[in-house]
């Protein structure tokens, strides 16, 4: 969240764009694993671990990488998953 996720989810409210792409990627998570806290926190380490062996680091550009951990961090957002965040 620190490092992508609140400028992205923050982005979102003024780029209609930026929303349908994180919308899209949170379909396509939607679809492929249960959304509770455990697996999507799973989830995300795997893919995490994936972008690193692949040396990936975000450079402030919504790539598909970024949108996918954007979408992640919008689902546990919605979903009460961040400690002390309410669902918007």
Known sequence: ???LGQDQLARMATDPGLVAAVDQHAAVLRDAIPLDRETLGDYLLGFLDELRHR???FDGEPD???LRLTAVCWLARERGFLDGELPA
Do not use: K, L, Q
Request: hydrophobic letters at 65%; aromatic letters at 12%.
């Open 64 to 66: 598909a990488a970024a």
């Open 55 to 57: 040396g990936w680091a």
């Open 1 to 3: 969240m620190t490092t």
